[in-house]
């Protein structure tokens, strides 16, 4: 009985023998063991097996008929022939482990299946908040982080400055990208679940101009140039937002019925609005068109209305925001105004049905298609000159 290893370090049974017609026969089968003295073992057992004349166990590797055949006897040799000269074993491998990737890997990976139903803004937007924690946590296999890592990360953020909102935009937008990877990769947990902290009145809201601060800014306004005073005064008069201002172009300037208006629309690709209720008619005040808006417009027939200003990250307002913290001639933010204009609506009575085809909020959203004989433009401008007339001369 002759014993073998195979160069994997597996124990084989091998016996050649020398069949009638003198050609040699080698009959190999594997013991299915690494153990020498267990390999002696089972071969031993089977013999005495085939001996008694009883069947082969089921935990038996080799069947009786092939030890009958091989011509065995339990006073043959057991001889464990060495490997050749020139043959080295080779050790059995380790299990191999496949490494969990880093963070930032599937980080890019969430981003680009994402960016399919994403703006190019949300897109910059989401990697802003992923890569940020990664900064702050260190770049590890995704296994790796831990409930701790995403509370030392909060507790950072509540002493960033950040408002509750945009602490709790960091911590939704984690909390989705780590849900994404429970479901695409084993072992993995939601760590940034549940620590979303509850939402309270922001600590330094927009406040509405005071008459005597409004009156500063209209004559401030009235003192610019160009593009830069007909933004303000858009601005101060009508309610609307600055990009909704800053990306008119000329032709957005209609006259309805007689009363010229702002067509606030997304009716061109670098044209967006907040909501589909954004969409509206607002009619231009008395004093801007007294201060010669339309010539202004007349001068750029044909063209976006403020020229002037580039588009930045999918907004013409970028700029002019920038411009306008530098030099407004009060503390209030150019967004002030919009809640200076709806204060002031609100307080006057005004149904709620103008003040949103006014604003295009969303209990109204009113265009001219859609006004239904519930509100028309001679009542928004009529409603708007009489509001605004009012405050702009109170407290003198």
């Not at 040699?24 to 008694?52: H, M, N, W, Y």
């Not at 380790?94 to 139903?117: C, F, G, I, N, W």
């Not at 924690?133 to 990360?153: H, L, M, N, P, Q």
Request: glycine letters at 6%; hydrophobic letters at 35%; a positive charge.
């Amino acid at each position: 009985m002759n014993l073998w290893l195979s160069p994997h370090g597996i124990w084989y049974f091998r016996k050649v023998t020398i069949m009638p017609c003198g050609r040699r026969k080698e009959i190999k089968k594997t013991l299915r063991t690494r153990d020498k003295s267990e390999a002696k073992k089972k071969v031993l057992e089977l013999l005495a097996c085939v001996r008694s004349g009883s069947k082969t166990r089921p935990d038996n590797p080799l069947p009786s008929s092939f030890l009958e055949q091989a011509c065995l006897s339990a006073s043959d040799p057991i001889v464990v022939p060495n490997p050749p000269a020139n043959q080295v074993p080779i050790p059995s491998k380790p299990p191999r482990t496949v490494e969990t990737p880093k963070l930032s890997r599937l980080a890019d990976k969430y981003l680009k299946e994402r960016s399919m139903s994403w703006s190019a803004q949300e897109t910059r937007h989401q990697k802003h908040y992923l890569y940020t924690f990664i900064e702050r946590a260190g770049d590890r296999s995704v296994t790796k982080y831990s409930k701790r890592d995403a509370v030392s990360f909060k507790d950072w953020l509540m002493t960033s400055g950040k408002s509750p909102t945009t602490i709790n935009k960091y911590l939704q937008k984690l909390s989705l990208f780590f849900k994404w990877l429970a479901n695409h990769h084993e072992g993995i947990n939601n760590v940034f679940e549940g620590l979303s902290i509850q939402r309270v009145k922001e600590t330094n809201p927009r406040t509405a101009y005071t008459p005597e601060e409004f009156r500063q800014f209209i004559s401030w306004a009235k003192g610019l140039k160009g593009h830069r005073k007909w933004i303000s005064l858009l601005g101060a008069y009508t309610g609307a937002r600055a990009n909704e201002i800053c990306q008119l172009y000329a032709d957005d300037v209609q006259c309805i019925d007689g009363i010229w208006c702002l067509n606030i629309r997304s009716n061109r690709p670098d044209q967006k609005l907040k909501t589909e209720n954004s969409a509206r008619l607002v009619p231009i005040h008395s004093d801007v068109l007294a201060e010669g808006f339309l010539e202004f417009v007349e001068g750029r027939i044909g063209l976006r209305l403020f020229a002037e200003l580039s588009l930045v990250m999918g907004y013409y307002s970028h700029g002019w925001g920038k411009w306008f913290n530098r030099n407004k001639p009060t503390d209030k933010d150019f967004h002030s105004l919009r809640h200076t204009v709806a204060t002031e609506l609100k307080s006057a009575g005004v149904p709620i049905q103008y003040t949103a085809a006014i604003l295009g909020h969303e209990s109204g959203g009113i265009s001219y298609d859609r006004y239904g004989g519930s509100v028309s433009i001679k009542n928004l401008k009529k409603t708007l000159e009489q509001v605004l007339s009012l405050f702009t001369h109170a407290g003198k």
